[in-house]
């Protein structure tokens, strides 16, 4: 039986700061009028990221845009959420995060089964001389598509 998973945002920038070397799935707490805003898709994870405080996850930054129907009990678009993880998964992430670059950062936001999920992802910041690098091999894949693709219409 297929998941039903809609996407509802990617952290595009994720993937050019970052060595992605791991990726989870968390649930997340959120009010009502918070829900019903990622359901619109009015979240933006850019500048997102995970600590570990006390033996919970905590997510920054993410910014939920006010519900335009909402009443007075809107929420505040970038306050703290909680991620929900298991322990022995929390435990291991403490071990992995205190290594020296290491950080968690918010890579996909999803709706699965009617719950929204966030995908964090264990990553190693990038140096310039990597981004230039991951630049340079994107380029030269998109120069072999375009040729191949001009050479089959030929």
Do not use: W
Not at 6 to 21: D, S
Not at 88 to 95: A, Q, V
Not at 115 to 136: F, H, P, T, V, Y
Request: hydrophobic residues 30%.
């Amino acid at each position: 039986m297929a998941e039903n998973v809609v996407i509802l945002t990617r952290n595009k920038k994720a993937e050019h700061e970052f060595f992605i070397e791991e990726r989870l799935e968390a649930g997340i707490v959120l009010t009502g009028t918070e829900v019903k805003s990622c359901k619109n898709r009015s979240i933006n994870l850019k500048d997102g990221f995970a600590r570990i405080e006390n033996g919970e996850i905590f997510l920054y930054n993410i910014h939920i845009s006010p519900y335009e129907e909402g009443n007075q009990f809107n929420h505040e678009p970038t306050r703290t959420r909680k991620l929900l993880l298991h322990k022995r998964e929390i435990r291991r992430l403490i071990g992995l995060t205190q290594q020296k670059g290491y950080t968690l950062i918010p890579v996909k936001a999803y709706v699965k089964e009617g719950k929204i999920k966030i995908e964090l992802a264990l990553a190693k910041g990038k140096q310039k001389q990597d981004k230039r690098e991951d630049i340079k091999r994107k380029t030269m894949q998109r120069e072999m598509e375009k040729a191949l693709k001009e050479k089959q219409r030929s």
